[in-house]
């Protein structure tokens, strides 16, 4: 069954980076959209990136374009989000996300933003 798990999250201080980790199974990863979310208490899921199956089409929110990555790996069947620049207001659980007939959803990884 499609599984993803993501890694990578952490306390950081505001100006630095990380370098989140979505590591997918149970279906052929290389065909599909991926995506990033990120959600805090009390608002709805915001989508954060997305990128195409081949990686060569990438999207990002506007809060955070300039300050992010997103890439995959399909050798790998990972997808990456690298964060530079952090702010306190990224500060949120992380979700990665595929469509397989249905969403799937990670269990997601706490990013917190904090001096």
């Known amino acids: 069954q499609v599984q993803l798990v993501e890694s990578g999250g952490g306390l950081v201080q505001p100006g630095g980076s990380l370098r989140l980790s979505c590591a997918a199974s149970g279906f052929t990863f290389n065909r599909y959209v991926m995506r990033w979310y990120r959600q805090t208490p009390g608002k709805e899921r915001e989508l954060v990136a997305q990128?195409?199956?081949?990686?060569?089409?990438?999207v990002y929110a506007e809060s955070i374009k300039g300050r992010a990555t997103i890439s995959r790996d399909n050798a790998e069947n990972t997808v990456y989000l690298q964060m530079n620049s952090l702010k306190p207001e990224d500060t949120a659980v992380y979700y990665c996300?595929?469509?397989?007939?249905?969403?799937?959803w990670g269990q997601g990884t706490q990013v917190t933003v904090s001096s």
């Open positions: 996300w595929v469509y397989v007939s249905r969403d799937y």
């Open positions: 990128i195409s199956s081949g990686g060569g089409t990438t």
